[in-house]
Protein backbone atom coordinates (compact mmCIF):
# COMPACT_ATOMS: atom_id res chain seq x y z
CA UNK A 1 0.00 0.00 0.00
CA UNK A 2 1.89 3.20 -1.10
CA UNK A 3 1.52 5.70 1.38
CA UNK A 4 -1.43 8.54 1.17
CA UNK A 5 -1.63 11.99 2.88
CA UNK A 6 -4.74 13.52 4.19
CA UNK A 7 -4.55 16.10 1.52
CA UNK A 8 -4.79 13.54 -1.39
CA UNK A 9 -7.14 11.42 -0.04
CA UNK A 10 -10.22 13.95 1.14
CA UNK A 11 -9.16 14.96 -2.72
CA UNK A 12 -10.13 11.76 -3.75
CA UNK A 13 -13.26 11.80 -0.93
CA UNK A 14 -14.61 14.53 -2.76
CA UNK A 15 -13.49 13.41 -5.91
CA UNK A 16 -16.60 10.29 -5.34
CA UNK A 17 -12.99 7.84 -6.15
CA UNK A 18 -14.38 6.65 -2.78
CA UNK A 19 -17.25 6.12 -1.39
CA UNK A 20 -17.30 6.18 2.53
CA UNK A 21 -19.37 2.91 2.42
CA UNK A 22 -16.22 1.30 1.23
CA UNK A 23 -14.10 3.38 3.31
CA UNK A 24 -14.33 1.56 6.36
CA UNK A 25 -13.36 -1.91 5.47
CA UNK A 26 -11.23 -1.06 2.73
CA UNK A 27 -7.92 -2.26 2.66
CA UNK A 28 -6.42 1.72 2.51
CA UNK A 29 -8.44 2.30 6.36
CA UNK A 30 -7.05 -0.68 7.80
CA UNK A 31 -3.81 0.19 6.55
CA UNK A 32 -3.75 3.82 8.24
CA UNK A 33 -4.87 2.62 11.23
CA UNK A 34 -7.33 3.76 14.36
CA UNK A 35 -4.28 6.01 15.73
CA UNK A 36 -3.32 7.38 11.94
CA UNK A 37 -7.41 7.89 11.60
CA UNK A 38 -7.48 9.78 14.34
CA UNK A 39 -4.99 12.24 13.96
CA UNK A 40 -6.46 13.67 10.21
CA UNK A 41 -8.58 16.61 11.38
CA UNK A 42 -10.29 18.59 8.32
CA UNK A 43 -10.57 21.88 7.75
CA UNK A 44 -14.03 23.90 7.89
CA UNK A 45 -14.55 27.54 6.52
CA UNK A 46 -17.39 29.24 8.05
CA UNK A 47 -19.73 31.00 5.66
CA UNK A 48 -21.64 34.05 7.36
CA UNK A 49 -19.88 35.19 10.52
CA UNK A 50 -23.19 36.14 12.39
CA UNK A 51 -24.18 35.26 16.28
CA UNK A 52 -24.22 31.45 15.40
CA UNK A 53 -20.69 31.12 14.10
CA UNK A 54 -19.50 33.37 16.73
CA UNK A 55 -20.91 32.20 19.68
CA UNK A 56 -21.42 28.83 18.60
CA UNK A 57 -19.39 27.19 16.37
CA UNK A 58 -16.67 28.94 16.26
CA UNK A 59 -15.91 28.29 19.93
CA UNK A 60 -17.14 24.25 19.99
CA UNK A 61 -14.35 23.61 16.92
CA UNK A 62 -11.95 24.66 19.39
CA UNK A 63 -12.67 21.49 21.14
CA UNK A 64 -13.61 19.22 17.80
CA UNK A 65 -11.02 16.43 17.39
CA UNK A 66 -11.85 15.75 13.52
CA UNK A 67 -12.42 18.81 12.32
CA UNK A 68 -10.92 22.66 13.06
CA UNK A 69 -11.65 26.10 11.65
CA UNK A 70 -9.44 27.02 8.91
CA UNK A 71 -11.42 29.54 6.72
CA UNK A 72 -13.98 32.58 7.09
CA UNK A 73 -16.25 33.57 3.97
CA UNK A 74 -17.80 37.14 4.79
CA UNK A 75 -18.90 40.17 3.33
CA UNK A 76 -18.24 42.13 5.74
CA UNK A 77 -14.46 43.60 5.18
CA UNK A 78 -14.32 44.19 9.16
CA UNK A 79 -14.47 40.91 10.61
CA UNK A 80 -11.77 39.81 8.70
CA UNK A 81 -9.13 41.13 10.54
CA UNK A 82 -10.55 40.07 14.22
CA UNK A 83 -11.55 36.67 12.69
CA UNK A 84 -8.54 36.47 12.02
CA UNK A 85 -6.66 37.16 14.69
CA UNK A 86 -9.23 35.77 17.37
CA UNK A 87 -8.78 32.45 15.44
CA UNK A 88 -5.47 32.28 13.88
CA UNK A 89 -6.77 32.48 10.38
CA UNK A 90 -4.54 32.52 7.57
CA UNK A 91 -4.81 35.17 4.93
CA UNK A 92 -4.94 32.87 1.69
CA UNK A 93 -7.93 30.95 3.82
CA UNK A 94 -10.29 34.30 3.99
CA UNK A 95 -13.11 34.65 1.23
CA UNK A 96 -15.77 37.01 0.88
CA UNK A 97 -18.56 36.60 -1.41
CA UNK A 98 -17.52 37.54 -4.54
CA UNK A 99 -14.16 35.70 -5.04
CA UNK A 100 -15.89 32.87 -2.95
CA UNK A 101 -15.62 30.21 -5.38
CA UNK A 102 -11.41 30.00 -5.68
CA UNK A 103 -11.79 28.27 -2.52
CA UNK A 104 -11.82 25.15 -5.09
CA UNK A 105 -8.26 25.44 -5.40
CA UNK A 106 -7.31 25.99 -1.12
CA UNK A 107 -6.14 22.07 -0.08
CA UNK A 108 -6.88 23.33 3.66
CA UNK A 109 -10.44 23.96 3.41
CA UNK A 110 -12.80 20.73 3.15
CA UNK A 111 -15.93 21.09 4.42
CA UNK A 112 -17.70 24.38 3.90
CA UNK A 113 -20.05 25.41 6.78
CA UNK A 114 -23.32 27.70 5.02
CA UNK A 115 -24.49 30.05 8.12
CA UNK A 116 -26.21 32.83 5.78
CA UNK A 117 -29.77 33.68 6.48
CA UNK A 118 -31.92 31.29 4.92
CA UNK A 119 -32.74 32.05 1.51
CA UNK A 120 -28.74 32.20 1.21
CA UNK A 121 -28.40 28.58 1.92
CA UNK A 122 -29.00 27.08 -1.39
CA UNK A 123 -27.05 29.23 -3.10
CA UNK A 124 -23.97 28.92 -0.92
CA UNK A 125 -24.18 25.73 -0.79
CA UNK A 126 -24.22 24.94 -4.55
CA UNK A 127 -21.26 26.74 -5.04
CA UNK A 128 -19.50 24.75 -2.22
CA UNK A 129 -20.27 21.41 -4.06
CA UNK A 130 -18.92 22.95 -7.37
CA UNK A 131 -15.73 24.16 -5.42
CA UNK A 132 -15.52 20.51 -4.78
CA UNK A 133 -16.11 20.79 -0.78
CA UNK A 134 -18.48 19.35 1.45
CA UNK A 135 -21.27 21.10 3.02
CA UNK A 136 -23.03 21.47 5.73
CA UNK A 137 -25.96 23.58 5.43
CA UNK A 138 -27.57 25.24 8.09
CA UNK A 139 -30.80 24.65 9.05
CA UNK A 140 -33.69 25.01 8.01
CA UNK A 141 -31.95 23.51 4.76
CA UNK A 142 -33.26 25.88 2.21
CA UNK A 143 -36.47 27.86 1.39
CA UNK A 144 -38.57 25.70 -0.78
CA UNK A 145 -38.37 21.64 -1.64
CA UNK A 146 -37.01 22.77 -5.25
CA UNK A 147 -33.89 24.23 -3.20
CA UNK A 148 -33.53 21.31 -1.40
CA UNK A 149 -33.40 19.43 -4.36
CA UNK A 150 -30.85 21.43 -6.20
CA UNK A 151 -28.51 21.26 -3.10
CA UNK A 152 -28.56 17.27 -3.13
CA UNK A 153 -28.36 16.85 -6.62
CA UNK A 154 -25.36 19.05 -6.56
CA UNK A 155 -23.89 17.23 -3.84
CA UNK A 156 -24.63 13.51 -5.91
CA UNK A 157 -23.09 15.16 -9.15
CA UNK A 158 -19.89 16.45 -7.24
CA UNK A 159 -20.03 13.57 -5.12
CA UNK A 160 -19.41 15.27 -1.76
CA UNK A 161 -21.09 14.83 1.81
CA UNK A 162 -24.17 17.25 2.38
CA UNK A 163 -25.13 17.52 6.46
CA UNK A 164 -27.33 19.62 7.52
CA UNK A 165 -26.93 21.13 10.54
CA UNK A 166 -29.38 19.28 13.05
CA UNK A 167 -27.21 19.65 16.01
CA UNK A 168 -29.65 17.38 18.28
CA UNK A 169 -28.75 14.37 16.33
CA UNK A 170 -25.75 13.72 17.42
CA UNK A 171 -26.82 15.19 21.37
CA UNK A 172 -27.09 12.42 24.31
CA UNK A 173 -30.66 13.16 25.79
CA UNK A 174 -31.69 13.17 21.75
CA UNK A 175 -30.47 10.28 21.09
CA UNK A 176 -31.84 8.45 24.24
CA UNK A 177 -35.35 9.03 23.08
CA UNK A 178 -34.32 8.21 19.99
CA UNK A 179 -33.36 4.65 21.60
CA UNK A 180 -36.60 4.62 23.89
CA UNK A 181 -39.02 4.74 20.75
CA UNK A 182 -36.64 2.11 18.73
CA UNK A 183 -36.13 -0.52 21.81
CA UNK A 184 -39.82 0.48 22.72
CA UNK A 185 -38.79 0.84 25.74
CA UNK A 186 -42.01 2.85 26.99
CA UNK A 187 -44.09 0.54 24.62
CA UNK A 188 -45.71 2.60 21.36
CA UNK A 189 -45.59 6.41 21.54
CA UNK A 190 -49.49 7.25 21.73
CA UNK A 191 -49.41 11.04 21.43
CA UNK A 192 -46.34 13.25 21.16
CA UNK A 193 -46.07 16.53 21.89
CA UNK A 194 -43.50 19.60 21.02
CA UNK A 195 -43.11 23.40 21.37
CA UNK A 196 -39.91 25.29 20.01
CA UNK A 197 -41.00 28.94 20.63
CA UNK A 198 -39.56 32.36 21.76
CA UNK A 199 -40.98 35.64 21.77
CA UNK A 200 -39.12 37.97 19.05
CA UNK A 201 -38.93 41.80 19.62
CA UNK A 202 -36.55 44.31 18.91
CA UNK A 203 -35.17 45.21 15.20
CA UNK A 204 -38.33 45.11 13.04
CA UNK A 205 -35.60 44.92 9.95
CA UNK A 206 -34.05 41.91 11.37
CA UNK A 207 -33.62 39.04 8.05
CA UNK A 208 -36.05 36.67 9.93
CA UNK A 209 -38.85 38.70 9.29
CA UNK A 210 -38.14 39.53 5.86
CA UNK A 211 -39.94 36.48 4.05
CA UNK A 212 -37.20 36.91 1.02
CA UNK A 213 -34.03 36.45 3.13
CA UNK A 214 -36.30 33.85 5.71
CA UNK A 215 -38.26 31.96 3.59
CA UNK A 216 -41.06 32.00 6.24
CA UNK A 217 -41.27 32.85 10.00
CA UNK A 218 -41.55 30.81 13.52
CA UNK A 219 -42.43 28.05 11.49
CA UNK A 220 -39.20 27.73 9.24
CA UNK A 221 -36.67 29.09 12.60
CA UNK A 222 -38.11 27.07 15.32
CA UNK A 223 -41.22 24.87 13.90
CA UNK A 224 -38.66 22.90 12.32
CA UNK A 225 -37.40 21.67 16.00
CA UNK A 226 -41.00 20.59 17.14
CA UNK A 227 -41.35 18.81 13.35
CA UNK A 228 -38.42 17.24 14.04
CA UNK A 229 -39.09 16.26 17.85
CA UNK A 230 -42.23 15.21 16.50
CA UNK A 231 -40.67 12.94 14.08
CA UNK A 232 -37.61 11.50 16.75
CA UNK A 233 -40.31 11.21 19.24
CA UNK A 234 -42.35 8.38 17.30
CA UNK A 235 -39.41 7.05 14.78
CA UNK A 236 -41.87 7.71 11.98
CA UNK A 237 -42.91 10.21 9.51
CA UNK A 238 -46.06 11.46 9.60
CA UNK A 239 -48.80 10.87 6.87
CA UNK A 240 -51.35 13.85 7.22
CA UNK A 241 -50.75 17.36 8.59
CA UNK A 242 -53.62 19.74 9.70
CA UNK A 243 -52.49 23.22 10.37
CA UNK A 244 -53.51 26.27 12.27
CA UNK A 245 -52.34 30.26 11.82
CA UNK A 246 -52.19 32.80 14.85
CA UNK A 247 -51.60 36.11 14.64
CA UNK A 248 -51.44 38.74 17.76
CA UNK A 249 -49.02 41.69 16.72
CA UNK A 250 -49.81 41.83 13.09
CA UNK A 251 -47.69 44.95 13.09
CA UNK A 252 -44.49 43.94 14.03
CA UNK A 253 -44.60 40.69 12.03
CA UNK A 254 -46.01 42.10 8.51
CA UNK A 255 -44.30 39.42 6.81
CA UNK A 256 -43.90 36.57 8.43
CA UNK A 257 -45.98 33.59 10.67
CA UNK A 258 -46.23 34.34 14.09
CA UNK A 259 -48.15 31.58 15.71
CA UNK A 260 -48.33 28.22 14.03
CA UNK A 261 -50.05 24.77 15.63
CA UNK A 262 -50.55 21.67 13.33
CA UNK A 263 -51.78 17.86 14.05
CA UNK A 264 -49.89 15.01 12.59
CA UNK A 265 -51.00 11.49 12.28
CA UNK A 266 -48.26 8.84 12.13
CA UNK A 267 -48.94 5.60 10.24
CA UNK A 268 -48.10 3.66 13.76
CA UNK A 269 -51.67 5.11 15.03
CA UNK A 270 -49.75 7.93 17.24
CA UNK A 271 -50.86 11.93 16.78
CA UNK A 272 -49.06 14.29 17.17
CA UNK A 273 -49.20 18.29 18.00
CA UNK A 274 -46.84 20.99 17.31
CA UNK A 275 -46.75 24.73 18.32
CA UNK A 276 -44.50 26.81 17.24
CA UNK A 277 -44.12 30.68 17.85
CA UNK A 278 -42.17 34.17 17.58
CA UNK A 279 -44.36 35.36 20.15
CA UNK A 280 -44.58 33.07 23.05
CA UNK A 281 -41.30 31.42 24.83
CA UNK A 282 -41.84 27.31 24.90
CA UNK A 283 -39.21 24.31 24.38
CA UNK A 284 -40.65 21.12 25.10
CA UNK A 285 -41.21 17.43 24.02
CA UNK A 286 -43.48 14.81 25.60
CA UNK A 287 -44.75 11.58 24.52
CA UNK A 288 -47.05 9.49 25.94
CA UNK A 289 -46.75 5.65 25.33
CA UNK A 290 -48.55 2.55 26.21
CA UNK A 291 -46.37 1.76 29.48
CA UNK A 292 -44.95 4.99 30.41
CA UNK A 293 -43.95 8.68 29.18
CA UNK A 294 -40.88 10.61 28.41
CA UNK A 295 -40.45 14.06 28.41
CA UNK A 296 -37.39 16.38 27.37
CA UNK A 297 -37.37 20.03 28.50
CA UNK A 298 -35.77 22.04 27.12
CA UNK A 299 -35.95 20.29 24.57
CA UNK A 300 -34.03 21.59 21.32
CA UNK A 301 -31.85 24.71 23.12
CA UNK A 302 -28.58 24.86 22.86
CA UNK A 303 -28.36 25.15 26.70
CA UNK A 304 -28.50 21.77 28.21
CA UNK A 305 -31.17 19.87 27.64
CA UNK A 306 -33.03 17.91 30.41
CA UNK A 307 -35.38 14.85 30.46
CA UNK A 308 -37.71 12.70 32.37
CA UNK A 309 -39.81 9.66 32.08
CA UNK A 310 -41.82 7.20 34.05
CA UNK A 311 -39.47 5.28 35.51
CA UNK A 312 -36.94 8.48 36.62
CA UNK A 313 -34.95 11.48 35.18
CA UNK A 314 -32.77 11.29 32.71
CA UNK A 315 -29.36 12.51 32.81
CA UNK A 316 -26.22 13.13 30.81
CA UNK A 317 -22.95 15.11 31.47
CA UNK A 318 -22.88 18.75 29.43
CA UNK A 319 -20.65 18.83 26.34
CA UNK A 320 -21.18 21.29 23.32
CA UNK A 321 -23.71 20.02 20.89
CA UNK A 322 -21.84 21.87 17.93
CA UNK A 323 -18.72 20.28 18.69
CA UNK A 324 -20.52 16.52 18.35
CA UNK A 325 -21.96 17.89 15.77
CA UNK A 326 -19.50 18.73 13.74
CA UNK A 327 -17.20 15.83 14.54
CA UNK A 328 -20.03 13.32 13.60
CA UNK A 329 -20.32 15.00 10.01
CA UNK A 330 -16.21 15.01 10.04
CA UNK A 331 -16.12 11.41 10.94
CA UNK A 332 -19.16 10.42 8.54
CA UNK A 333 -16.27 11.85 5.81
CA UNK A 334 -13.48 10.30 7.17
CA UNK A 335 -14.30 6.92 8.85
CA UNK A 336 -17.41 6.11 6.92
CA UNK A 337 -19.94 6.77 10.23
CA UNK A 338 -23.40 7.31 9.78
CA UNK A 339 -24.43 10.64 8.76
CA UNK A 340 -26.47 11.97 11.53
CA UNK A 341 -28.61 14.95 9.67
CA UNK A 342 -28.19 13.97 5.54
CA UNK A 343 -29.80 16.19 3.06
CA UNK A 344 -33.02 13.93 2.71
CA UNK A 345 -33.99 14.58 6.14
CA UNK A 346 -33.92 18.42 5.58
CA UNK A 347 -35.66 18.35 2.67
CA UNK A 348 -38.28 16.03 4.43
CA UNK A 349 -38.70 18.88 7.05
CA UNK A 350 -39.49 21.21 4.37
CA UNK A 351 -42.25 19.08 2.79
CA UNK A 352 -43.76 19.41 5.56
CA UNK A 353 -43.52 23.21 6.48
CA UNK A 354 -44.74 23.41 2.81
CA UNK A 355 -47.76 20.80 3.70
CA UNK A 356 -48.43 23.45 7.03
CA UNK A 357 -48.75 26.16 5.02
CA UNK A 358 -50.78 24.83 1.97
CA UNK A 359 -53.18 23.46 5.14
CA UNK A 360 -53.38 27.15 6.37
CA UNK A 361 -53.59 28.81 2.90
CA UNK A 362 -56.60 26.50 2.53
CA UNK A 363 -58.87 26.76 5.27
CA UNK A 364 -57.13 24.07 8.04
CA UNK A 365 -57.31 21.78 5.48
CA UNK A 366 -55.75 17.86 6.34
CA UNK A 367 -53.33 17.37 3.56
CA UNK A 368 -51.94 13.85 2.66
CA UNK A 369 -47.94 13.60 3.13
CA UNK A 370 -46.39 10.54 1.55
CA UNK A 371 -42.75 10.48 2.57
CA UNK A 372 -42.31 6.96 3.72
CA UNK A 373 -38.81 6.42 5.32
CA UNK A 374 -37.12 9.72 3.55
CA UNK A 375 -34.83 11.30 6.01
CA UNK A 376 -35.13 8.87 8.72
CA UNK A 377 -31.84 8.02 10.54
P1 LIG B 1 -27.27 36.34 12.13
O1 LIG B 1 -28.22 37.37 11.70
O2 LIG B 1 -26.65 36.49 13.49
O3 LIG B 1 -26.07 36.22 11.08
C1 LIG B 1 -26.31 36.22 9.69
C2 LIG B 1 -25.02 36.47 8.97
O4 LIG B 1 -25.30 36.53 7.57
C3 LIG B 1 -24.35 37.78 9.35
O5 LIG B 1 -22.96 37.60 9.44
C4 LIG B 1 -24.67 38.71 8.18
O6 LIG B 1 -23.69 39.69 7.96
C5 LIG B 1 -24.71 37.72 7.03
N1 LIG B 1 -25.53 38.18 5.91
C6 LIG B 1 -25.17 38.10 4.62
N2 LIG B 1 -26.11 38.61 3.82
C7 LIG B 1 -27.09 39.06 4.62
C8 LIG B 1 -28.33 39.72 4.38
N3 LIG B 1 -28.75 39.99 3.13
N4 LIG B 1 -29.09 40.03 5.43
C9 LIG B 1 -28.71 39.73 6.69
N5 LIG B 1 -27.53 39.11 6.98
C10 LIG B 1 -26.73 38.78 5.96
O7 LIG B 1 -28.00 34.93 12.00
P2 LIG B 1 -27.64 33.57 12.73
O8 LIG B 1 -28.44 33.48 13.98
O9 LIG B 1 -26.19 33.41 12.81
O10 LIG B 1 -28.30 32.52 11.71
C11 LIG B 1 -27.66 32.14 10.51
C12 LIG B 1 -28.20 30.78 10.07
O11 LIG B 1 -27.91 29.82 11.07
C13 LIG B 1 -29.71 30.72 9.86
O12 LIG B 1 -30.01 29.87 8.79
C14 LIG B 1 -30.24 30.12 11.14
O13 LIG B 1 -31.46 29.42 10.98
C15 LIG B 1 -29.11 29.18 11.51
N6 LIG B 1 -29.02 28.95 12.95
C16 LIG B 1 -29.01 27.68 13.41
C17 LIG B 1 -28.94 27.42 14.74
C18 LIG B 1 -28.89 26.00 15.24
O14 LIG B 1 -29.04 25.79 16.44
N7 LIG B 1 -28.66 25.03 14.37
C19 LIG B 1 -28.89 28.48 15.66
C20 LIG B 1 -28.88 29.78 15.17
C21 LIG B 1 -28.96 30.01 13.81
Known amino acids: MTHITRRRFNRRLSEGLLGTAILAHSPLACAMGAKEREDRSLGIALVGLGSYSTYQLAPALQDTKFCHLAGIVTGTKAKEGIWASKHNIEEKNIYNYENFDSIAENENIDIVYVVLPNSMHAEFSIRATKAGKHVICEKPMAISVGECDEIIDACKKAGVKLGIGYRLHSEPYTQEIKKYVKEKTFGEVNY ?74 FPGGAMGNIFTSHNASAN ?3 ASCTNGWFTLQPASTYIPLAGETSRGPIRFPNESQQKLQMDDFASHILNGTVNRAPGEMGKRDMIIVEAIYKSIAEGNRKISLDLGKLGLV
Not at 194 to 220: C, D, F, I, T
Open 192 to 265: IMAEAAYRSRGNPGQWRLNKSLSGGGALVNMGVYSIQSAIYGTGENPVSVTAQEFSTRPEYFKDTDETITAQFE
Open 284 to 286: RLY
